[in-house]
Every structure is written in C-alpha cells, then in structure tokens.
C-alpha cells in the first residue's frame, strides 16, 4: 500500500482551511487550491504549501486529493471541471470531506474508479473550534484499504474516526447526525424564546438545562449565541438546511418519512429566506415563535 506523503486540498474555507493547516503543520507535503482570489496563495505562505492558480495544479503529483467544499456540483466542479482527477495518477486516493448525497459520492466514486483513483468519502462533524483543533469527528464510506492509507490523514484531522461501512454510508450517517442536530437546535430556539417571553433569566436556564434531559452538545454550543442573536458563522445555516433536505430526499428512497426532519426544513427555509443564509444556523431562532 503506496504511503500518502504529497497532499492537494481543494476547499479553504471556514472548515477546510483548519484541517489543511493541521496537515501542513504535521509534515504532508501540501498543495492547496480554493475559488477565492488570493486565498490559496496567502495560505500557502502562512503554512509553507504550495498555491494551485487551478485545481488539476494543485492535484500534479499528489499521492491524494482532498476536497472539502459545499456540495457534489462543487466537487464535481472540482475534480472533473477544474481537471484535478486527470492531474492525478493511476492508483492515488480521492477524499471528499465534504457532506453531499450518497447517491452522489457513489457516481463520484464510480467514475474515479474507470481512472483507476481510489475514492473514499469522509464527511465531518464539528463546527470550525474542532477543524482547528484536530478533534473533528470522521465518518468514511468506502473500501477498507482506502480508509487504512487515509487514517493517518485523519489521524491528523480528527479525533473520533469510524469507518462506517461501503460507499454511500458514510455520507448517510453525516446527513442523519445533522439532522439530529438541526433539529435539536430548532427546539432549544423554541425553548428560548419561551424563556424570553416568561422572563426567566438566560444564564440560570442553561445552568439548568445544561443539567437535565434537555442538556445536548447543542445546548452547549448555541444556546447563548441564541439568547443574544449572535450569528458568527461556525457553520452557516444555508450548509445545515442543505444536509437536511439531502437527508429528507435520502430517507424518502428508503421509505422512511422523517416527520420532525420536513418540521426543522420549514424552519431553516424560512431562516434562510429572511437573510440568514451565511449566518451561523443557530440563526433558525428567528424563525421560531
């Protein structure tokens, strides 16, 4: 099994520029591209890697290709449109780190595969603290040998790694666990508001909370951000409602019905229409109560 050591990245944005800087900062030998002007040669500077003015430059003589951008026209875009899988030899890796249809990563894989490139897709959990800090949570769909050559990428990326089964599983449990999220996050919104109109102190509700079944990661992350309408983008909402509408269509194929899911899109959609599409998702509070 050929040793990943030359790494191109393709995404620099607000999870995607932490783990392509924790990867630089472990010894892979990296080069990056973005579509922002600019933004790839100030990283390469910063972090001693090497700028692609193109994708298929960024991906000449890598070992693997990582992508970490919005959805699977981006990353089709990437890999097919911007010529990256034809910069890369027979036998390197592609990881999409990005969260997309698993219908899709399976097509993308599928059509890496007539090139004879490896394709593992290896979406994320954890807002931008954990990109920077290493400790994201990583769930790979795709080959058992594709998953052990990129474990030591991960190793760098993440803290809990799982290799959750074939292609198509590892975006599934993604798009699953965000909706949970979202969820989660439309409920505590209906919650504070509650708590506003009652008048109960903010600080003593979440010291509460924060002790009872109500208590979540969730809670934790965004409860105050809600309580004072402040959006800092750690992950936007137009990125939350996205997954969520994947994870509709996803389980309707498979004949489930995700009754609280289609509740949570309404309000993300109706967040969104307001103006809050780049702001972080818990702005979904200003589409509840």
Known sequence: MEKVERVAFCGLGIMGGPMAANLA???FELSVWTRTAGKAERFAAEHGARAGSTPAEAASGADALI???PDSPEVESTLFGGGAAGALGSGALVIDMSTIAPSAAKAIGERLAE???DFLEAPVSGS???AEDGTLT?????APAAFERALPLFEVMGERIVHVGPSGHGQLAKLLTNTMGAVNAAALAEAVRVVERAGIDPVRFLEVA???AGASTVLTLKGRPMFEESFEPLFKLEHMLKDVRHCLEEAQRLGVELRLGKVAET???RAAEEGHREDDFAAVI???G
């Open 267 to 269: 309000l993300y959609a």
């Open 67 to 69: 992508t970490m951008v």
């Open 286 to 288: 200003t589409a509840a």
């Open 128 to 130: 931008r603290p954990r």
């Open 138 to 142: 990583i769930m790979a769909g795709g």
């Open 25 to 27: 900062r472990a010894g």
């Open 210 to 212: 924060g002790g009872s």
């Open 115 to 117: 090139s004879g490139i």
